[in-house]
């Protein structure tokens, strides 16, 4: 099984919708990242958490909320999607020894 | 604030070509700096890292140098593979988060 694990790889939706991407690692990292890429914008972190009772939002979390349900789940939700909002998600741990640890990200489609 | 540039892309090569992205950051204090490498379909991998001013992270045939004078970090590789097609992130860690540059496509010809 893979480090930290996103669910869904793609996921097609329509605008107004609700939506939850969901993360989880094994990695036993206490910090956990939400980050969206977009073509030629690189990653902006949408938000992070430093441990289970610890949230704060990135640069662009406006219409976005997370989720911490244990030391190895961060979940992500669009409460009314957009299309603007279609990019690659991706989900990331990390610990001072070990460093950042990537899942394979959430391609999501808003139409 | 804390931001990272990096060259556009996409840059094309032929096989054993020598490879140079350049990459600048704007910082608060001294952070560390990183190479991530995105395959087509698959999350970021760390390809490369330096924690202080003058050090040389290196893997796989890529190196980069830690240059605080001209706060630069440009990735260098001196014989690209077709293998090495991917897109390449510059980031900067602070205050345990990573700021990452807009990303630069490479392509190898054979």
């Known amino acids: 099984d893979a480090d930290v694990t996103q669910t869904p790889r793609n996921r097609i939706t329509k605008t107004g919708k609700r939506i939850m991407l969901e993360c989880s690692q094994t990695?036993?990292?206490?910090?956990m990242y939400w980050y969206r890429q977009d073509p030629g914008l690189g990653l902006q972190l949408i938000y992070y958490?430093?441990?289970?009772?610890?949230?704060n939002k990135g640069e662009i979390s406006d219409g976005y909320s997370v989720s911490r349900q244990a030391q190895a789940k961060f979940s992500l939700s669009l409460e009314s999607a957009i299309p603007n909002q279609t990019a690659l998600y991706f989900c990331?741990?990390?610990?001072?020894?070990?460093?950042?640890?990537f899942g394979s990200g959430t391609r999501l489609t808003v139409v | 604030g804390n931001s990272v540039t990096q060259m556009e892309g996409p840059v094309t090569l032929s096989e054993e070509a020598f490879l140079t992205i350049n990459c600048t950051y704007t910082?608060?204090?001294?952070?560390?700096l990183f190479w991530y490498v995105q395959y087509p379909g698959e999350g970021l991998q760390l390809l490369l890292k330096a924690t202080k001013a003058d050090d040389k992270g290196s893997n796989k045939g890529f190196e980069a140098t830690y240059r605080k004078e001209t706060t630069s970090f440009h990735l260098e590789k001196g014989s690209v593979q077709v293998s090495d097609s991917a897109v390449y992130f510059c980031a900067l860690e602070y205050g345990n988060k990573l700021v990452f540059g807009a990303g630069t496509i490479l392509r190898v010809k054979s």
């Open positions: 990331a741990t990390s610990d001072s020894g070990d460093g950042y640890t």
């Open positions: 990695k036993g990292h206490d910090r």
């Open positions: 910082a608060t204090g001294y952070p560390s």
């Open positions: 958490s430093f441990d289970v009772k610890d949230i």
